[in-house]
Structure formats: C-alpha cells, structure tokens
C-alpha cells in the first residue's frame, strides 16, 4: 500500500464518530462533567472542539486561550473565533500549522519535513516497523526518521497524568 493510500484508507466520518464515542465514554467513566481545552486558533484545536462539543455538547466543553509572548495576535483572534462558533472557519483549515516562533514560520519548515512524511513516519513508528520500511514508505530519510522518533521520545511524557497530591479529608 502507497502513501496515498494510507493516508486516504480512513473512513473520516466513521472516524469522527468513534473520537467523539471515546470522548463521551471516557468523561463518563471518569466523572467529569465536562472537558477543557486548549484552543489555539489552529486546525487541530479547532477539531478537538468541535469534535468535543458532538460529543457532549456544547455546554460541556471550554475553551481557554493561553497566548505566550511569541503567539500572534491572529492566533488568538482565531482561536476566539473558535471558541465563539465551535465551527471551523475556512481560514483556519486554510492556514498553515505554525510554532508562532517567528513570521512566515511553519509548523513544516521547523520540522524540516511536511506533514505528509511526519504522518507517514508516524505510522511506521506506531506499527514498531523497521526503519528500511518507514524509509521506503514516507521518503524520509533516515535523520529525518530519527529526529521524528526523538520528538516522540520527547513527548511521552504528556501521555500520562502528572503526578498531583492526593487531599482527602480527615475524619
């Protein structure tokens, strides 16, 4: 199977139905009455909203904006925008990913590498293939493939809860 192929083998609105399922079954089983997220003004945030909001409705879903000294000012008016309409603009899903570290830079040109490659590296990181297949699916080559396993080593860390004290009341 073709890079293409993988990346188009997903049925998108099925997919879309199973996150939402997982968001509802997870804050269920959890407890939480809703779920808080990050919106950044980008295509990603502006997903896991609308994503979030089919799932337990809009009324359970917050958005907060937390712009650093580097982020744009259309960053934030754009995840505004999100938060306001939980849709997605068309600006946004037109906008390229960026780091908002300077001007004019994509999320891509800091990666050194497109989103297509990342996805399909990704993908062979995930299936534990060896790095003779994940270079002869993506067209990486093989730093670009060690730089991408290194960002996921360097991520792991979010994957799991942070440690928080326990506080129970006393007796």
């Known amino acids: 199977?073709?890079?293409?192929?993988?990346l188009?083998?997903?049925d998108w609105d099925r997919t879309a139905v199973l996150i939402a399922e997982?968001?509802?079954r997870e804050a269920e089983e959890r407890r939480h009455d809703g779920v808080l997220l990050?919106?950044?003004?980008?295509?990603?945030?502006?997903?896991?909203?609308?994503l979030?909001?089919?799932a337990l409705g809009p009324r359970r879903v917050r958005g907060v904006i937390l712009p650093e000294r580097d982020t744009h000012p259309d960053s934030v008016g754009?995840?505004?925008?999100?938060?306001?309409?939980?849709g997605i603009p068309q600006r946004i899903i037109d906008k390229a990913p960026s780091p908002d570290v300077a001007p004019g830079i994509t999320d891509e040109f800091a990666m050194g590498l497109s989103y297509q490659t990342l996805d399909?590296?990704?993908?062979?990181?995930?299936?534990?293939?060896?790095?003779?297949?994940?270079?002869a699916l993506s067209g990486a080559d093989a730093d670009q493939?060690?730089?991408v396993r290194q960002m996921v080593q360097a991520s792991e860390r979010m994957h799991h809860l942070p440690p928080y004290p326990r506080v129970r009341p006393t007796p």
């Open 8 to 10: 188009l083998a997903l």
């Open 1 to 6: 199977m073709g890079a293409s192929e993988i």
């Open 78 to 86: 754009d995840a505004r925008a999100v938060a306001r309409h939980l």
């Open 145 to 147: 493939v060690d730089r």
């Open 52 to 54: 979030a909001c089919e």
């Open 38 to 50: 990050g919106i950044s003004g980008g295509l990603d945030s502006a997903v896991a909203a609308a």
């Open 120 to 135: 399909l590296v990704l993908h062979g990181l995930d299936r534990e293939w060896d790095d003779a297949r994940i270079l």
């Open 22 to 24: 997982f968001i509802r």
